[in-house]
């Protein structure tokens, strides 16, 4: 496929649907999406690039993630009119909304975050200014934080980790992760921009499918698949070489291509980029993508159905674009997963440079000098000790699990207090050790010193569908959407692992036999491993046991028994899971690298046993 063309619009079709006529917008066998945002702050080059490219009939944003939330809900509670990423009305709908109007292109964004009204509202007002005829909808019933006395009442425990309730007054934002059903309502009543809350970030693709072939709720291959399409999209210019192991092969990362997903009603889809644009698609870029930050594979949970992409295969079949098989699926829970963040104290952190011989120790020794006198100066004011420490020397191994003596280093150092007074001394004394430190010292200046944020920590559970009010409103004609609780199905079972190996004599570096990708579930890293020919997978399999991955990441305070494996015949991978290795993960992490962002490089370099063909088919004499 992977064609530049548009289809007719002419033509209308119905469907049944979540109990009522749904009205399919086209007489599509495709549907062309474009994916345009990962993260609330990325580049905004990627809308008049896709706009440019023609032919798309929808283009999807992703601003949320769990810290997002907390933003958003303290930026609202000091301005009841924001709350949402305004990014997506100053640099999308701003400069772009005529080339939208003329184009035809319909755009679905969770840009509201925990204002979506004043999202739509800003955005209607733009369409007014420059006198279009676009309808709004927005889907809203995400947001609990109305009702956080009474979900505290319940005694609920984090479904992850068992922790308690938080205190009431520390929560900052309570919201459920909604599905893609809403969405493909409100395009049913005619919307041409959709603003939600907090939906799943694969829910903006998987809506527009749901309206385009009237996919029902009991679809679920075709709802895995269409999630799996929205997966490959949400982050952007990852599908399309961004992080990408082979990171020389994506050329021009300076006009990278944000990636189309052409979409077929069976759930299959290609994977490509505009044309001309730098990047790289290919079997490698999708296949990391599909692992990142997915958990179990075979169960990947969603509003609308659980996933199993174990057996996906995907296929190069032309120049910057590649085949994605159809997913499995399986009914979808009875309950929406529930994310809240609340306040737990504070943390701050700087970044120092030292250089000359013996950097890395006269590091360490000036950042246990800073938190001595910090301690000091505490006990003077009656105030406890720091809650956790943590000092990272980069350059000298501490990031590798590799420690070596340099002579240039980064010192990352950084506290967490209950009071905001314990975190502000520990910055005084750090600056103020300055001219008492070994020699060599060093810093950019002009930025100031760092100042006590708030630790945020994240709060999971799982809130049942029948207790969300879910309301479509476009430009004033709102509905009501009720989520049905399916019929639970037993899990089909799975294929064996990789067949045992015993003829390996040889050791080289995973990079030679795969690619990897890694991200963060909360508190887990999630790090994929795609071989890169079939043949490679159980020997990478049969050597990254849950002791042998500890061991390289023991460092970071892995576990054999905190490690969990999943094959991936399909895609010829695996997908392996560190639970509590992040240090809390996300805000409440004192690490440097708190969202597993490059485990995946320290996997890359660990050796693995191969026969003496396989060594020689990867140029090891």
Known sequence: MCLEFRYP?????????????????????????????????ESAMATPQLLASGGLDYIVYDYLAEITMSILARAKAKDPAKGYAT???????????????????????????????????????????KGLNLKVGIVTGDDFMPNKEAIAAEGLTDMFSGAPFPPVDTIMSINSYLGAFPIA????????????????????????????????????????????????????????????TDWEAAGDIVN????????????????????????????????????????DPRSYILPDVVCDFSNVEISQIGKDCVHVSAAHGLPAPPAYKTCMTYMDGYRAGTYLTLYGARADEKAQKLCDAAFARARKTMA?????DFTETSVEIIGAGSQMGAPRSSDEVVAKVAVKH????????????????????????????????????????????????????????VDGQTQSFEDRVQPPLLDEGHGPTPKNVADASLEIQLIKLAFTRSGDKGDTANIGVIARKPD????????????????????????????????????????ILINTVLGGGGAASLRNDAQAKGYSQILLNVPISVTEDIAKQVGLN
């Open 9 to 41: 619009t002419d033509m209308h079709l119905i469907a049944y649907n979540q109990g009522e006529l749904h009205q399919l917008s086209a007489t599509h066998q495709n549907v062309k999406i474009g994916g345009a945002s990962g993260y609330w702050g």
């Open 87 to 129: 990014d997506f009305v100053d640099y999308v709908m701003k400069p772009f909304l005529p080339m939208i109007a003329s184009s035809g292109v319909k755009i679905i964004a969770n840009a509201g975050g925990v204002n979506p009204q004043s999202c739509a509202e800003a955005v209607r007002a733009l369409i007014a200014e």
């Open 185 to 244: 309502k409100a395009l049913d009543m005619g919307a041409d921009i959709i603003i939600t809350g907090r939906c799943v970030d694969s829910a903006v693709t998987l809506g527009a499918l749901i309206h385009e072939f009237g996919w029902r709720e009991t679809d679920w291959d075709k709802l895995a698949s269409g999630s799996l399409a929205g997966h490959i999209l949400e982050c952007g210019p990852q599908a399309t070489g961004g992080n990408f």
């Open 256 to 295: 990278i291509g944000y990636p189309i997903a052409i979409c077929s009603e069976d759930g299959s889809f290609d994977v490509t980029k505009p044309e001309g644009t730098g990047g790289l698609v290919s079997v490698g870029t999708v296949s990391e993508q599909m692992l990142y930050e997915i958990g």
């Open 380 to 384: 003077m004011f009656g105030l406890g």
């Open 418 to 473: 209950p009071d905001m007074r314990g975190v502000g001394i520990f910055l005084k004394e750090l600056a103020g050790i300055g001219l008492a430190t070994p020699p060599g010292l060093s810093g950019f200046t002009g930025a100031g010193r760092p100042r006590p944020s708030p630790v945020v920590r994240l709060f999971s559970y799982l809130n049942p569908k029948d207790g969300v009010q879910i309301t479509i409103d």
């Open 536 to 575: 490679y997978l159980p020997y990478i399999w049969a050597t990254l046991t849950p002791e042998y991955i500890a061991n390289h990441f023991s460092h970071f305070g892995a576990t054999p028994e905190s490690i969990s494996r999943f094959y991936m015949p399909g895609a010829h991978a695996m997908n």
